[in-house]
């Protein structure tokens, strides 16, 4: 198997929109693409402040959305492919 990783902040749409522009780029095709980011939220409810349950909405729900949106944007139509979130 040929398994190549590049990391970005999913969080920006932005470097998503480069990651699967970069794979276009170097390898032509996209068949498989892995969303395995996240990120803890460590503290109660009562001590968790906004810029703590901002981070966290955007590694887990917008993060996943511009992964999917950019990823399915570059996969070949004709032959499709998977796009796997974990």
């Known amino acids: 198997l040929k398994v190549h990783a590049i990391c ?3 969080t920006r ?3 998503v929109c480069m990651l699967a ?3 276009i780029e170097k390898f ?11 990120q803890p939220l460590m503290a109660a409810i009562a001590k968790t ?6 981070r966290s909405l955007a590694v887990h729900l917008k993060g996943p ?21 974990i």
């Open 8 to 10: 970005c902040d999913i």
């Open 21 to 23: 522009d970069q794979i």
């Open 28 to 38: 032509g095709r996209l068949d498989v693409a892995i969303n395995a980011a996240g």
């Open 49 to 54: 402040d906004k810029a703590m349950l901002d």
């Open 13 to 15: 749409e932005a470097d």
């Open 65 to 85: 959305f511009w992964f999917i949106k950019h990823m399915a944007r570059v996969m070949d139509k004709g032959r499709g492919g998977s796009i796997m979130t």
